[in-house]
T-cell receptor, first 115, second 114 residues
Framework: AQSVTQLDSHVSVSEGTPVLLRCNYS??????LFWYVQHPNKGLQLLLK??????LVKGINGFEAEFKKSETSFHLTKPSAHMSDAAEYFC?????????????FGKGTLLTVNP | DVKVTQSSRYLVKRTGEKVFLECVQD?????MFWYRQDPGLGLRLIYF???????EKGDIPEGYSVSREKKERFSLILESASTNQTSMYLC?????????????FGPGTRLTVT
């Protein structure tokens, strides 16, 4: 079984300050981990993914995430928030099961960026 | 560019109606998924298909069925729509490659059942 916990349902930051969105996962097998972003009235877009290569993963728009197996975490960070980062963010774990696989989504973190 | 399209962006139906939501992908992918997205709950998997005429239940299949007669098309069917099925429905399709590949999402269908 696998699960994902996004520790904050809402994060509010000021423009230019760092962003931290927290994600913990549980998986019986080696997982792949993803962060997706959803802007208002837009589809889901992949930000970055971890697939057992480098533990520090860089994504689009200056975001990065670090896979920490000992802490079962995959937190998303960005050094300096921009107004355009305001969106909902989803942490996702994926585990193979035979010929197919299944994604489990976290409940989402809404990021608000204040001017 | 992979494209996943959904037949409607907005849909309003009455309780008890049979509702069809269509999803089409243009990249010959084997896997296709249907999710529903509700505030505070994230995305929950309803059904998925890994080949034509093949389907598997996801986490919340009750009240839904699916059809995959052609590789590019995956339909979600609400047999008798109810108000608790008011939601955003998202179709997704990843390329082959196991659990490490990303999913490509359609734009979503916002369904309201009155």
């Amino acid at each position: 079984a696998q699960s994902v916990t996004q520790l904050d349902s809402h994060v509010s930051v000021s423009e230019g300050t760092p962003v931290l969105l927290r994600c913990n996962y549980s998986s019986s097998y080696s997982p792949s981990l993803f962060w997706y972003v959803q802007h208002p009235n837009k589809g889901l877009q992949l930000l970055l993914k971890y697939t057992s290569a480098a533990t520090l993963v860089k994504g689009i728009n200056g975001f990065e995430a670090e896979f920490k197996k000992s802490e079962t975490s995959f937190h998303l960070t960005k050094p300096s928030a921009h107004m355009s980062d305001a969106a909902e963010y989803f942490c996702v774990v994926s585990v193979s099961g035979g010929s197919n696989y299944k994604l489990t989504f976290g409940k989402g973190t809404l990021l608000t960026v204040n001017p | 560019d992979v494209k996943v399209t959904q037949s409607s962006r907005y849909l309003v139906k009455r309780t008890g109606e049979k509702v069809f939501l269509e999803c089409v992908q243009d990249m010959d992918h084997e896997n296709m998924f249907w999710y529903r997205q509700d505030p505070g709950l994230g995305l929950r998997l309803i059904y998925f298909s890994y080949d034509v005429k093949m389907k598997e239940k996801g986490d919340i299949p009750e009240g839904y069925s699916v059809s995959r007669e052609k590789k590019e098309r995956f339909s979600l069917i609400l047999e008798s729509a109810s108000t608790n099925q008011t939601s955003m429905y998202l179709c997704a399709s990843p390329p082959s490659g196991g659990s490490s590949v990303e999913q490509y999402f359609g734009p979503g269908t916002r369904l309201t059942v009155t």
